[in-house]
């Protein structure tokens, strides 16, 4: 049995989708649940170099023996649901929908859109966060799934209780993963700059709380990071400690073309700025990771993007994921060279740590010390 918790330490797009559908086929994960909304698409290029881009399914759907749930703490827009699954070709035996997941309705969106939160907030206007608010409100307009399938009839077959499945699966020593939303920057409770975030919690404790699964139960925790951390574009989105632009980094990774990134739902271009040691540490400290991966290694040396082992990384990408190891105090188990899952090198051949068997303290420099010693295994 292992339960799996993914979750992003910067400001979101730092690739827990792909390395969300990377561990579900290594581990041969039998349940995968997304948290969240359709307000964060996630995305990873398959081998054919298609982007595959899913914003209310998990990533897990790339196993095809995997069952794919939406938790009750998660919100739902019913067309982008459906489309998904009509698109994926799955059925209620692979999908499970909670039944007391909140339905987003039309009026969310122009809520948002009255609100200006785009203009002030960078918001997607997908309807989250007004969804959101009105069930804290416990209004008599509020819709969870199982009201909303009795104008539906679809979404009949796919209802249960996610929490009662996920808890009986892992008695049963059954492997599960939970895929976190966003990022531990934007989160609504602890990220430096409120009301500059998202909606909801962030942390793995928040993805628990939305699945209804103790964190007792969990044994592994991956917190994924960038090499150079991204924001969506206006100051309105919040601040980007030591901003830079695309061509800075294409200069200095030698890549031969130019870069730029845009996000997966509104297709706003993205600023981006160095790594952010103190997010990272924060990030850790409040999230305890077993694993960390790091996607953008070729964004430090493009030569990099054509490596198929640790070994064969430029001594530059070497060199961050050691300084990474040892300040943040935690092995970087995925490595990221580009944007497919073949370009995720992973160093899971080892047996994986277990929450609980190791200690952690900051010392007076402001770096986690732990009592074992890290070491690279580049």
């Known amino acids: 049995m292992s339960v799996w918790v993914v979750v992003g330490g910067q400001y979101g797009s730092e690739g827990k989708g792909k390395i969300s559908a990377l561990i579900t086929l290594q581990e041969d994960i039998d349940i995968c649940?997304?948290?969240g909304g359709p307000n964060s698409g996630h995305s990873f290029v398959a081998d054919d170099g298609t982007m595959r881009l899913v914003r209310q399914l998990p990533t897990g759907f790339v196993n095809p023996r995997t069952k794919l749930m939406i938790p009750a703490g998660a919100v739902v827009d019913l067309e982008v649901l459906r489309l998904e699954i009509e698109a994926l070709g799955l059925n209620p035996d692979r999908v499970r929908v909670d039944r007391n997941a909140m339905i987003i309705e039309g009026a969310d969106k122009e809520n948002e859109r009255h609100l200006q939160l785009r203009e002030r907030l960078s918001s997607t206007l997908c309807g989250v966060g007004s969804a959101v608010a009105r069930r804290a409100m416990r209004g008599a307009d509020v819709r969870l799934a199982e009201t909303a399938a009795?104008?539906?009839?679809?979404?009949?077959?796919?209802?249960?209780?996610?929490?009662?499945?996920?808890?009986?699966a892992i008695d049963e020593g059954q492997n599960v993963l939970v895929e976190g939303t966003q990022g531990f920057g934007l989160s609504l409770y602890h990220t430096r700059e409120y009301p500059k975030s998202t909606s909801r919690d962030?942390?793995?404790?928040?993805?628990?709380?939305?699945?209804g699964v103790s964190p007792r139960l969990v044994t592994q925790v991956v917190l994924v990071l960038r090499t150079f951390p991204i924001r969506v574009a206006g100051k309105q989105a919040g601040s980007l400690n030591a901003e830079i632009d695309w061509k800075t980094i294409q200069a200095e990774s030698g890549c031969p073309f130019a870069i730029e990134e845009c996000t997966t739902v509104t297709k706003m271009p993205r600023r981006v700025a160095r790594f952010d040691w103190q997010l990272a540490l924060s990030a850790t400290r409040i999230n305890r990771p077993t694993h960390i991966a790091v996607n953008g290694l070729d964004y430090l040396c493009f030569a990099d993007g054509s490596a198929r082992a640790p070994s064969q990384l430029s001594d530059k990408s070497q060199g961050f994921v050691k300084e990474i190891e040892t300040r943040l105090a935690t092995p970087v188990t995925f490595l990221g060279v580009g944007p497919r899952i073949s370009t995720t090198l992973s160093r899971l051949s080892r047996p994986s740590p277990v929450i609980g068997t190791e200690k952690t303290e900051l010392n007076v420099s402001g770096r986690p010390h732990i009592e074992r010693q890290v070491t690279s295994r580049c």
């Open 33 to 35: 649940i997304r948290c």
């Open 150 to 168: 009795r104008t539906n009839p679809w979404l009949s077959d796919y209802l249960d209780d996610i929490a009662l499945l996920v808890n009986d």
């Open 202 to 211: 962030t942390t793995v404790a928040g993805c628990l709380s939305e699945v």
